[in-house]
């Protein structure tokens, strides 16, 4: 039965019996009532009775001493009629009362009265027929007094019966009370019984719905000790809305394991996705310390045998021996053989020239125990597993690794290999090609240098040829032949030199890919890593936050690690773009005191601006490229600096300029310095020289106290050459350091760019923009949003992108704002959906996809005069300026890089969804 019966049943049952107890209680009190207006209007009319008794009594004595003391000729008329009057109307009023009244003393006292009143009525005969002979004869005293005592007598039975019948009527309406107590009480009685048995009734019924409520939330409580893999059913024992709830929650305990399951799977393989983007950028970051192919080899297997899980490993390089292509051994991981004949292999011959010659990997799965044994100086066993891989580039094979293992090889690992192999097969062909063009240069310059000898031989044998011509034409025809030889020789450098530009298209090419690579699982881990942090559901305790502000940190400081490796590369490449343009030096302070204050008051530091008063409010140069520099050397001061303070001055000083120098003058010109002055660890004086070229530190061992890629200050003092000025260095260890840019302010004009490629830094630009955004800094120093969620709530978003994990998160992200989101795989499937939901407000748009890429995805919605004023933002992870330009050419709205500030994004989108709503 539904709670709703039962109550509706207990309530309606409670009614009806109040109901009934009401009726009959208004019965009785209206029966009671009725007694009593009987009792009073009978005992009433009694009184009555009884009053007009004595009245006429009174009225007949009267009416008769009128007669008596008449001295006229004749009886009045009128006291005869009123006498007699008097005389009926006792007469009825007796009849009447003995009628009503049949109790033994009202009984008594009538006769009495009667006794007296014909008593009376004999003496009032005798007196008007004593008139009635004389009227004017006088009556006997005997006879009046006898009269008068009558009279007094019937009076005082008249008041007695009177009072008599008074008592009866107090008597009656005291009965009366009694009754009507009676009745109230047993009202009472009733209501009682009425509502008792109605308490108890639902008392019962709520003690029933209660004991299945109860039952149902000890359950739910236990829930949440278990975890979501073996969660409580409730059994089924009614049919009533306990019963609904319990199958209820029974269907969204299983949802809740299925989706636990799903989210699991989706956490491992986002695990597995992270550990293999962590692997490949650790072996990238090594290539360029590698100096020569037998460095790289050494770093490559050293680095790669233990991320893999194995025990040994050898890289044999292909060589040239005549003739014959070999296979020799150059780098080895806990490689122990002491038979020599394992050092070089031809292509073909054993398993290592056979796959070399195959190109395709080689597996062993069950390697016999005398095969090769791995030893430590605890002992030595045979691996279980050998994996021999090709390393290859464009078809060929340049070298061959085989790693042994005691275990087998996990499907993470084998993709890792995967992955690995190819860029290293890259990065060893440019680094072969660029040791052959050394080669190539050096021989180059022996014959330059051959020739100069001969040059000057010629010319201290000047006359001994004059004498002897055809020695001379000879000799002539010699040098002939050697010009051609050196004009072939620069043919083959130029080509050379060709091959190197390609190389390094290649490695510009490689840093794009790996920059999309790594910027789209970067890309969702920010997003969130940043949802998490700000913890809406408030279910993180402060450690859970902690951890989550770390995982934030670190992707972050992942981000600035690409960002720094992609803007050497333009550096190198001479790449970067500068734009002068006329700036504010006030918004400057404002925004290096802004960034860096909440650092210093977290570490404790002395942070102060100080700008001399002779400095110009305003000069030329590329501001963004100032702040990058200043904000690097601020950051590396306040890393650096435990106590005391970080001082950025200002002032205008007279330096020789970089120009000055290269031209080698000593012109002097007047100059902005930039210093930043920490109380810092210092510099060693013979690292303040190394600690300017890329991927070089003052400190830099492993177990280095203070991390970093060493890549700032390189950038910084490329910067500081294009910008027109040099960066100064002085420290000592233990006593700080000074950081001094020094840049013209006179010099330059008004929009005028270096000489530097279109393609410039634009990564570099749009990052920082994306991680100042439109956030705000907290006391604990986190990022906290200025926009609301209001503007956005029930907004129809559509998602086109082929990665789960960004979808993913940007779902998760979305979804807190409670916007509806839309998901599609790639650009045709969007405009399908975009066609089945032509009320979609907004889309994000990914660029990179199979099948219709985001380019003529977005091509296509402008065709549909429809959707021209439809907003859609193009996401891509390759942060190039033609990107972007190519975005907006194809129709997009906006354009932001990944990986994606999600303020930044929701700024975005609550700028355009206002712009369309507008």
Not at 391 to 403: D, S
Request: contains cysteine; hydrophobic residues 40%; charged residues 25%.
């Amino acid at each position: 039965m539904k709670f709703r019966t039962k109550l509706y049943g207990s309530i309606g049952s409670i009614v009806v019996l109040i109901s009934i107890c009401v009726i009959i209680l208004m019965n009785m009190l209206e029966q009671s009532m009725v007694n009593i207006d009987v009792v009073v209007t009978d005992k009433y009319e009694r009184i009555n009775m009884a009053s007009a008794i004595k009245y006429e009594t009174v009225n007949l004595d009267r009416e008769l001493r009128e007669i008596i003391v008449n001295q006229s000729n004749e009886i009045p008329t009128a006291s005869i009629n009123a006498l007699e009057d008097s005389n009926i109307n006792i007469n009825r009023a007796i009849e009447s009362l003995e009628r009503i009244d049949n109790t033994d003393k009202t009984r008594e006292l009538i006769a009495k009265y009667k006794v007296l009143h014909e008593s009376y009525l004999v003496t009032a005969h005798q007196v008007m027929t004593i008139k009635n002979i004389d009227p004017k004869a006088a009556i006997q005293p005997q006879m009046l007094n006898d009269s008068k005592l009558t009279e007094e007598r019937m009076i005082q039975l008249a008041e007695l019966l009177r009072g008599l019948q008074e008592q009866e009527m107090k008597n009656e309406l005291y009965r009366s009370r009694s009754t009507y107590h009676w009745a109230v009480s047993t009202i009472y009685v009733y209501l009682a019984l009425s509502l008792g048995l109605g308490i108890g009734l639902i008392i019962w019924i709520i003690r029933g719905m209660t004991k299945n409520l109860r039952q149902v939330t000890t359950v739910m409580k236990s829930a949440a000790n278990r975890t979501t893999d073996d969660l409580p059913r409730i059994e089924i024992f009614s049919k009533d809305e306990v019963g609904a709830i319990a199958a209820a929650f029974n269907k969204m305990v299983s949802e809740l394991e299925a989706h636990s399951k799903r989210e699991k799977q989706l956490i491992d393989e986002a695990e597995e996705q992270s550990w293999l983007k962590t692997k490949i950028a650790e072996i990238l970051s090594m290539y360029p310390e590698a100096k020569d192919v037998k460095m790289l080899a050494k770093l490559f297997i050293s680095k790669l045998v233990p991320m893999v899980g194995a025990s040994n490993g050898v890289f044999y390089i292909k060589t040239a021996e005549g003739n014959e292509l070999y296979l020799k051994k150059i780098a080895a991981y806990a490689f122990f053989n002491p038979d020599r004949d394992f050092e070089s292999f031809r292509i073909g011959e054993g398993l290592i020239g056979q796959c070399a010659l195959e190109k395709k990997p080689i597996f062993l799965n069950q390697v016999p125990d005398n095969y090769i044994k791995i030893r430590s100086g605890m002992g030595e066993s045979a691996p279980k597993n050998i994996l021999i891989l090709p390393i290859q580039n464009e078809a060929e094979v340049l070298a061959v690794i085989e790693i042994a293992s005691f275990e087998s090889f996990s499907p993470s690992q084998i993709r890792l290999l995967e992955e690995v192999i190819p860029t290293t097969g890259i990065t060893l062909k440019s680094m072969l090609n660029h040791m052959k063009a050394e080669k190539l240069l050096q021989e180059s310059q022996s014959l330059t240098e051959e020739l100069q000898a001969q040059s000057e031989e010629l010319q201290l044998q000047q006359e001994e040829l004059r004498a002897i011509n055809e020695q001379l034409e000879e000799q002539y025809a010699a040098s002939i032949v050697k010009k051609e030889e050196l004009e072939k020789v620069k043919e083959e450098l130029e080509e050379k030199a060709q091959q190197l530009e390609i190389s390094s298209q290649y490695k510009s090419e490689f840093l794009a890919n790996m920059s999309h690579e790594l910027r789209t699982p970067l890309n969702s881990l920010l997003i969130l890593a940043q949802v998490l942090s700000e913890n809406g559901d408030s279910n993180l305790t402060a450690k859970q936050e902690e951890y989550v502000r770390t995982i934030y940190s670190s992707g972050n400081d992942l981000l600035h690690l690409i960002n720094d490796v992609l803007d050497l590369a333009k550096v190198e490449a001479g790449k970067l773009e500068v734009v002068h343009r006329e700036a504010g030096l006030h918004g400057i302070e404002e925004t290096i005191i802004k960034q860096f204050s909440p650092i210093a008051e977290k570490n404790n530091l002395q942070f102060t601006v100080q700008v001399q008063p002779d400095v110009p409010s305003s000069f030329y140069t590329d501001e963004h490229r100032l702040q990058q520099i200043l904000k690097n050397l601020l950051s590396n001061a306040f890393k650096f600096t435990e106590s005391g303070s970080v001082t950025l001055m200002v002032q205008k000083v007279l330096k020789e300029s970089s120009r000055s120098l290269s031209l080698g003058n000593n012109h002097r010109e007047s100059m902005l310095a930039f210093s930043v002055i920490d109380t810092g660890i210092g510099i060693a004086e013979e690292k303040q020289e190394t600690i300017f070229d890329a991927f070089k530190q003052a400190d830099g061992k492993t177990s280095r106290k203070y991390g970093g890629t060493g890549l700032g200050l390189s950038i910084c003092r490329e910067i500081a050459y294009l910008l027109g000025g040099f960066i100064e260095l002085t420290s000592q260890v233990g006593k700080g350091s000074n950081f001094t840019l020094y840049l013209p302010h006179q010099a330059n004009e008004p929009n005028k760019v270096k000489s530097y490629s279109k393609e410039a830094a634009t990564a570099l630009e749009e990052t920082q923009d994306v991680l100042e955004g439109v956030n705000t800094i907290d006391e604990d120093g986190r990022r906290v949003s200025q926009l609301g969620k209001s503007s956005l709530k029930d907004k129809k978003i559509l998602i086109v992108d082929d990665d789960i994990r960004n979808v993913y998160a940007l779902t998760i992200a979305l979804e807190k704002y409670e916007m509806n989101v839309l998901v599609a795989d790639n650009g045709r499937e969007g405009i399908d959906v975009l066609h089945e939901n032509p009320d979609i407000d907004l889309i994000l748009m990914d660029i990179m996809m199979p099948e219709m890429d985001g380019f003529e995805a977005i091509r296509k919605i402008r065709s549909n005069h429809k959707f021209t004023a439809l907003p859609i933002i193009a996401l891509t992870a390759k942060a190039m300026k033609q990107a972007r330009e190519e975005c907006l050419e194809a129709g997009a709205t906006d354009y932001i890089s990944k990986p994606l500030n999600i303020d930044q994004l929701f700024s975005l989108m609550h700028v355009w969804l206002y712009r369309k709503e507008g």
